[in-house]
Structures are given as C-alpha cells and as structure tokens.
C-alpha cells in the first residue's frame, strides 16, 4: 500500500482509475463530478488532499472538451486545497495532434525558384513581400510621404466610398456640401463659385491630375492564413491550472514535451506491443512489421530491429489532379510480404481509414493475414464498420480510452491492459523511483 498519495479518477475512463487503485492498494478518492443545468462542469472533492501528492487520470477520448475542462477545475481544486503535488496523468493526450506548426506535405523550397515562376503572369509569389532586408542591404526608403501621405489617402478612399453609397450616414452628413447647398438660402458665398469648383456639383476627383481606384486588399494565392496554436495552448492551461507534473503514453508528436515548462514523462507503449508478438502471433519470426506510413517508419523500426524481423512500409502520395484541386491519395508499398503475415503498427487509430486502405494494399501484395497494433484506438464515427468490411483479420488496441462499447461491435477488436504500467509509473514518482525501466524495449 502506498501511503500519503490520493488517486482522482475524471470520469473519461473509471474502469483505467479502478484497475490502477486495485494495484497500488489505495482507494480511488471520493470527489463528485456533475455539470449544473446550463452545462458548466461542476467539481467537489470530498475529501482531504492538504500536503498530499495527488494524481488526477484523465484520458483524452469521448468528449474532449468536456474532460480537458473537467481537468483544468480539479487540478485547481488540488491546489486550493493545499494539495504538496498535483499530477495530471493522462493515458491520451487531448489535441497531441494539433501541433504548432502544421505538417506540410509539399515541404519547403531548397532553393529559390528559377526565372520561370518570378514572370509578372506568374499566378503564386514564392518570395516574401517585401523582402527581408539583409545585414549588407541598404536601408529600405519606406512610405513614399510617411504616415501623412497614407493618412490623406486614407480619407480619401473614405470620401469616395461615402459618395458612392447614397444610404450611408456620411453621405447623409455631406451631401448638402457636395452638391453646392450651403446652410442658408441667404448666403451670397455658393454664387460667386466658379462653375467647375466642385461644390457646384463636379465631379473631377480632388487628385494631382488624374483619376485614382482604391482596391481592398486581397491575398494572392501563396498567401497563408495563421493557424491557431493549439499545442502550446494546452500546456500553458495545464500549467497555469497548477499541474506539477504530467504522465502521457505515446505522443502523437514527440515536439509536445517541448511546450511544457514542468516534467513530462511520455511513456511507451512498445514494450505491450513486442510482447503480445512474441506470444500470441505464432512463427513471428517470418512476419513483416509494416509501417503504414512515412511518419510511423521510426516507431516500427524500433519494433523490428529489437525482434529482430523485417521491415516493410508503405508510402502514400497525394498529387492532385488536373481536372480538380481535389487531392487523391496513392499508397505504394515498399518491402516484400508476400506468403508472410503483416503487422501493422501505429500510435493512433481515429477513423481507421488509413490502416484499412494499408491492410487492402498488404492482402493485394499477397500477404497471409494482416494484424493492426495500435496503442490508442479512438474508433471515432464509422471506424468500426469500416474494420469489420476491412482485409484486417485482427487489431490489437490497448485500453487508453474505453473500449467496452468498440469490443462489442467488431469481433476482430482485441484490448490490451495498460493500467499496470500507469500504475507502476505512479508508484516510481510517488517514491522518488526511476521511471527508465519502464522505457527499456527489451
């Protein structure tokens, strides 16, 4: 039994917080969560956490928004309450997959662009506008007036779009004086105009000479608009919220340790993985890991090389074509599997649209059976339809969100136990324990 510890279960996942008290020997804490009438979330612990380390489990899938929130208030809870640590544990972590900076597909230029793409016909600009001024450049000459020439001609663009619109209220305001009125018929001051002044109604435009149009500003077509920084978001609000230390299992982008200013520790889900090849695939030996594709390929390698098996990838293209701008995707696999059983290994299943068109591809080539492991099975909208019409003859997910409801469904769906290994986790920081035996593949 661990002594001086305090285990808050969210209610994403109780079945995970039940199995990681069962092997601590604590009982999971006694908190109320409910939402009032109007939806906002509602926390109450009911019990004492002053001078305790306290780990709150919370995973990532069903309504997450409702979880993240539900997180955020009872880590601040613990902390009002005096809590000595707060740990937030979260077997999936909310938004990993909405990094800071999108994953582009076409990548980035090398080199500048020859002469072909810098013509004035050209439609997409490849260059920043304006240029970034180097150290040996000379000085930019700015604005041609300064602020006060943009500033005229600001007010001139105002003017031109009240005179055009008759039923704005600047038009209203100075029509009277546009059209040659003054404020009283008594004034001798509109006759003694010339007839070409423009308050006698002309319409010569108050220019240098010549006619100037005022076009809004449009982007061309290489401009990009700005993407909402999810990533550091939600670090910043679990950090903010008053968590000390985060517990996660595979990120979905290794760059999300980096936008947190506490510990994190991301553990593995490898060693499950490895494990269940060893003894329930028979003749592993002469299966193919298979990366279904190229963002995978380090995660499978690192399978295959501690099993010692060979390694096989897919690699999918999206070209567009030349009657739309619709992109079709081409998968193309590159290794042999042909007479062997293939496993498919990811971090995470959402729609299953991927591993289903790989497991396609793989029986296309010739491959026995097709295995899918997988360490979060989100199985989102029409995931388990789409596996059970699928080449896959199984798929192996573990139990970070739950899987009660997918087991049911989809005969093909079996689900490993990770609470022992979060449960372990806990039991090392809570002692002051290395956590690196839990990282060790072999």
Request: aromatic fraction near 6%; charged fraction near 20%; charge should be neutral.
């Amino acid at each position: 039994m661990v002594r001086n510890i305090v285990v808050l279960g969210g209610s994403s996942h109780p079945q995970l917080t039940q199995t990681i008290c069962n092997h601590l020997g604590v009982p999971p804490a006694n908190v109320l969560l409910d939402k009032f009438s109007v939806g906002e979330t509602r926390v109450e612990i009911k019990e004492s956490v002053r001078g305790k380390d306290v780990y709150i489990i919370q995973s990532g899938g069903g309504k997450v928004n409702d979880h993240l929130m539900e997180l955020l208030i009872s880590i601040s809870a613990c902390k009002t309450a005096s809590a000595r640590q707060v740990t937030a544990v979260l077997p999936l972590f909310p938004y990993s997959r909405q990094s800071d900076i999108p994953y582009n597909k076409t990548g980035a230029p090398l080199a500048k662009a020859g002469n072909i793409y810098n013509k004035p016909g050209f439609p997409y600009v490849l260059d920043s506008l304006p240029q970034t001024p180097h150290p040996d450049d000379a000085q930019s000459a700015g604005l041609a007036n300064d602020t006060e020439g943009l500033n005229k001609s600001l007010s001139k663009v105002q003017l031109e779009e009240a005179n055009s619109n008759p039923n704005s209220p600047q038009h209203a305001r100075s029509a009277p004086y546009m059209n040659g009125h003054n404020r009283t018929d008594t004034s001798d001051f509109g006759k003694s105009l010339p007839s070409d002044h423009p308050k006698n109604g002309s319409t010569t435009p108050m220019t240098n000479g010549s006619s100037q149009e005022y076009q809004v500003f449009t982007p061309q077509p290489g401009y990009k608009q700005w993407v909402a920084q999810a990533g550091t978001l939600v670090a910043d609000l679990l950090t903010c919220a008053g968590a000390d230390h985060i517990i996660t299992m595979d990120l979905h982008d290794a760059q999300y340790q980096g936008f947190f200013d506490i510990p994190v520790d991301n553990l593995y889900g490898r060693p499950l993985l490895k494990r269940y090849i060893q003894y329930q695939i028979p003749d592993y030996k002469q299966a193919v890991i298979v990366s279904p594709d190229a963002g995978g390929a380090k995660r499978a390698t690192a399978i295959a090389d501690g099993l010692n098996m060979p390694f096989a990838l897919i690699h999918k293209e999206r070209r567009p074509t030349k009657i739309t701008d619709r992109q079709i995707s081409t998968m193309m696999l590159v290794g042999e599997v042909a007479g062997r059983v293939a496993i498919l290994v990811d971090d995470l299943a959402d729609t299953s649209n991927t591993i289903t068109r790989a497991a396609k591809l793989l029986k296309k080539e010739g491959a026995t059976k097709v295995y899918a492991l997988l360490t979060h099975g989100l199985l989102s909208g029409d995931a388990i339809d789409r596996i059970n019409a699928s080449a896959l003859d199984k798929v192996v997910v573990t139990n970070s969100v739950p899987q009660g409801d997918h087991k049911k469904r989809c005969s093909k769906l079996e689900v490993l136990e990770i609470g022992t290994v979060f449960a372990e986790a806990i039991r090392r920081v809570h002692h002051g324990e290395s956590i690196s035996v839990l990282f060790q593949y072999d």
